[in-house]
T-cell receptor, first 114, second 112 residues
Framework: DGGITQSPKYLFRKEGQNVTLSCEQN?????MYWYRQDPGQGLRLIYY???????QKGDIAEGYSVSREKKESFPLTVTSAQKNPTAFYLC?????????????FGDGTRLSIL | GQQLNQSPQSMFIQEGEDVSMNCTSS?????WLWYKQDPGEGPVLLIA?????ELTSNGRLTAQFGITRKDSFLNISASIPSDVGIYFC????????????FGGGTRLMVKP
């Protein structure tokens, strides 16, 4: 089935540790996005990428890093510089060619601090 | 970044009741989207609206793109327990690339 796969579902981070969240899509979408969701709040954009080997900061990029070495993959690293990393992280993707199309989301990764 | 004003923030209703929620903005959007998020899952697209005044249905769900292009409404008729979740609106502007602006969500709880 075509879709967006995020892993792991749950992740725990120790103080001072970097952790990487995986996002893979087999929809042949050009653009991929990472959002952070805190309880009772909407989605805030961390980073996005419209093409391989290129990405841009969103509204809350500090303490995060990404890479886009392959069209289907857009991993997010939560670095030790992110002092409040506990949140639900959502990956999304969308087409960029032709008529504008909405973003579709993966099932998320919940990150907690040990 | 800007967020849309979505209301109400939460609703606790009896099964069978109808539900209304809305999203407003101080600026114009070209497309309005409504997503539903089940607990612990990612948002799923329910309805997309592409034209001012457009009224679109998806089963028991009906959404409208406001005439002013600054608001959108979602109605759920005859609610059932599986309607529980968080409903998000999102807006897109043609001059914003592929970026979306999200509302803060409406948490819906249904009492059987």
């Amino acid at each position: 089935d075509g879709g967006i796969t995020q892993s792991p579902k749950y992740l725990f981070r120790k103080e001072g540790q970097n952790v990487t969240l995986s996002c893979e899509q087999n929809l042949n979408h050009d653009a991929m996005y990472w959002y952070r969701q805190d309880p009772g709040q909407g989605l805030r954009l961390i980073y996005y990428s419209q093409i391989v080997n290129d990405f841009q900061k969103g509204d809350i990029a500090e303490g995060y890093s990404v890479s886009r070495e392959k069209k289907e993959s857009f991993p997010l690293t939560v670095t030790s510089a992110q002092k409040n990393p506990t949140a639900f992280y959502l990956c999304a993707s969308s087409h960029l060619q032709g008529t504008w199309q909405p973003q579709h989301f993966g099932d998320g990764t919940r990150l907690s601090i040990l | 970044g800007q967020q849309l004003n979505q209301s109400p923030q939460s609703m606790f209703i009896q099964e069978g009741e109808d539900v209304s929620m809305n999203c407003t903005s101080s600026s114009i959007f070209n497309t309005w989207l409504w997503y539903k998020q089940d607990p612990g899952e990612g948002p799923v697209l329910l309805i997309a609206l592409y034209k001012a005044g457009e009224l679109t249905s998806n089963g028991r769900l009906t959404a409208q793109f406001g005439i002013t292009r600054k608001d959108s409404f979602l109605n759920i008729s005859a609610s059932i327990p599986s309607d529980v979740g968080i409903y998000f609106c999102a807006g897109h502007r043609d001059n914003a690339g592929n970026m979306l602006t999200f509302g803060g969500g409406t948490r819906l709880m249904v009492k059987p």
